[in-house]
């Protein structure tokens, strides 16, 4: 099943922060966030392992709630190197499959 | 290799040929993961190995599509009688482990453009 994310697109200001959401209908043991830019592959954000934690890279970081199924991105004070479509991909707990959300596309201006 | 690679990056298909789509994943990865990648949407599952075992293929669209990877590490997607929906990116993804992306990210390739005319 297919992870929900919201919301489809944001238009930032640099300086300005984001939410992405990501949920799942079912349990999930793992949530991946990758980036991706016109054109090229997605690449890899960070993982969020069953247990709640939250994970840091810089001013982007992530939280994984695994009892409401869902978790979030944040970007802060973000830059223009921020844009691209944000992918949630969510693996669940009897599986090893690993499944994308639609993406939320953001763009950061000047 | 240094990541994940495609080939070939762009192919154009006439309707009715057939089409063959390679992916070298990174030396040591187990798990390979096949994806449909749409204009503006995200990377729609296709199938999975582990080593050369096909454990999913549940998100092929029809018998059109074959994936194999016979020895474990290079994979094929085959797609036969190509028709214009099947116009896409096709991304390939390895993943370090017998868990895979249970609990490690996957590396992506850059993809292969298939346009179907």
């Known amino acids: 099943q297919q992870p929900v994310q919201s919301p489809q697109a944001v238009i930032l200001r640099e300086g300005e922060d984001a939410v992405i959401n990501c949920s799942s209908s079912?349990?999930?043991?793992?949530v991946h966030w990758y980036r991706q830019k016109h054109g090229e592959a997605p690449v890899f954000l960070m993982i969020?392992?069953?247990?709640?934690e939250q994970k840091g890279h810089e001013k982007i970081s992530a939280s994984f709630n695994e009892k409401k199924q869902q978790s979030s991105l944040y970007l802060t004070a973000s830059q223009l190197s921020y844009s691209g479509t944000y992918f949630c991909?969510?693996?669940?707990?009897?599986?090893?499959?690993?499944?994308f959300g639609g993406g939320t596309r953001l763009m950061v201006k000047p | 290799g240094a990541g994940v690679s495609q080939s070939p990056r762009y192919k154009v298909a006439k309707r009715g040929q057939d089409v063959a789509l390679r992916c070298d994943p990174i030396?040591?990865?187990?798990?390979l993961f096949w994806y449909q990648q749409a204009l503006g949407q995200g990377p729609e599952f296709l199938t999975y190995?582990?080593?050369?075992?096909?454990?999913?293929k549940s998100g092929l669209p029809s018998d059109r599509f074959f994936a194999e990877r016979p020895e474990g590490s290079v994979s094929t997607l085959k797609i036969q009688r190509t028709q214009q929906e099947d116009s896409a990116v096709y991304l390939c993804?390895?993943?370090?482990?017998?868990?895979?992306?249970?609990?490690?990210?996957?590396?992506f390739g850059q993809g292969t453009r298939l346009t179907v005319v």
């Open positions: 993804a390895s993943s370090l482990g017998l868990t895979g992306p249970r609990s490690t990210e996957a590396f």
């Open positions: 079912k349990a999930l043991y793992s």
């Open positions: 969020l392992l069953k247990g709640g």
């Open positions: 991909g969510t693996v669940h707990n009897a599986g090893n499959m690993l499944t």
């Open positions: 030396s040591g990865h187990v798990s």
């Open positions: 190995f582990q080593n050369e075992a096909q454990l999913d």
